[in-house]
């Protein structure tokens, strides 16, 4: 059945103007409703968390645990690495005298050897037989034999001394040899962990401080707080002496007044110059490094830590130490600098 065709004359009619422009606008608004969900999507996945204080403290704590054994091992290694040293030593000078011993007796030896190959035995022989007397020439002879074989056991002594000795070095000289790798095997490895727990440490809050005496302290107000607070907590254990500002013994307001100092701000000592010379915070607004002061006539101040906590010289007989604020009635907060 012939396929029916168009005349050639006649041509396809084009698209009107009008439906091509909405064909291309209803293509830009697809594509616009893909770029949308698309971006919806992206901002529907949630941002990387920075990791919080104490998961860095927990990956701290999983580091020192590896780090500590160590440190163990690599002393361990260290000790046992000095006695064999010593050993090593000791037996090079026990050595050193029987190999002098030895070569000077197979020098008489060698001496003795050469004199015989160029004069020959009959040298030693004619000696014997002009000095002898009749009838001591056998006892001569037989002591010639005698003093030759007590040279020749002598010699084979100190040679086997000698052997046994090179034997002991030698095995203490190859323990030595593991252990030096041993050691600086794992003192690399001290080294790397050491260097992820500073890593991790240096990951810490801006406004977290972690110091050797006091615990972990969140929230710090600013960089001044975070260096009295630091210095504040280097000085637990030193004694209450009244009217002491530092740098061995401390009363209340000396304490508070050395560790601002060392964060470039003016203190006086008197906690009620120091009630004035800083800003007053509500307690629920109060953050570590705040001054803490007690008792109505302000007759007490520390410096505050978070959770109830303060670090403080406390009284006579009792050391700086970290304790509670409500072991007396808070009279207020105070905001230095």
């Not at 084009?14 to 949308?36: I, W």
């Not at 050897?113 to 056998?138: F, K, T």
């Not at 962990?193 to 500073?198: F, H, R, V």
Request: aromatic letters at 6%; glycine letters at 6%; a positive charge.
């Amino acid at each position: 059945m012939p396929v029916a065709s168009l005349p050639p004359h006649r041509r396809v009619p084009k698209t009107p103007a009008r439906v091509r422009g909405a064909r291309r606008a209803l293509a830009r608004l697809t594509a616009l409703c893909a770029a949308v969900i698309v971006g919806a999507g992206m901002l529907a996945v949630p941002a990387q968390a920075e990791p919080t204080v104490e998961e860095i403290e927990a990956q701290i704590e999983k580091q020192w645990r590896q780090l500590e054994p160590t440190i163990e091992q690599y002393n361990k290694v260290r000790s046992e690495l000095r006695v064999n040293r010593k050993k090593s030593d000791d037996l090079a000078k026990k050595i050193e005298p029987l190999q002098l011993e030895s070569e000077l007796a197979l020098n008489r030896i060698g001496e003795l050897a050469s004199r015989y190959y160029i004069i020959g035995p009959s040298y030693e022989l004619g000696a014997v037989l002009v000095n002898s007397r009749p009838g001591q020439l056998g006892e001569q002879l037989t002591l010639l034999d005698r003093v030759a074989t007590e040279q020749r056991r002598q010699i084979e002594d100190v040679l086997a001394v000698q052997a046994r000795f090179n034997t002991q070095k030698e095995k203490l000289d190859t323990l030595v040899t593991t252990q030096v790798k041993q050691e600086k095997d794992l003192a690399n490895r001290r080294k790397k962990i050491e260097g992820e727990i500073k890593t991790l440490r240096a990951s810490m809050p801006k406004t977290t401080v972690q110091t050797a005496n006091c615990p972990t302290i969140n929230g710090v107000v600013n960089a001044a707080a975070r260096t009295a607070i630091r210095v504040a907590c280097a000085q637990i254990g030193k004694p209450y002496v009244f009217g002491s500002t530092g740098p061995n013994s401390f009363d209340c307001s000396g304490l508070t007044q050395y560790a601002y100092r060392a964060a470039g701000i003016s203190l006086t000592h008197f906690t009620g110059a120091q009630w004035n010379e800083g800003r007053a915070i509500p307690r629920n607004e109060a953050r570590p490094g705040d001054l803490v002061f007690f008792r109505s006539d302000l007759s007490h101040v520390g410096i505050y830590l978070g959770n109830d906590k303060m670090v403080h010289a406390a009284r006579a007989g009792v050391p700086v130490n970290v304790s509670s604020i409500n072991t007396m009635p808070v009279a207020g907060f105070r905001r230095p600098g």
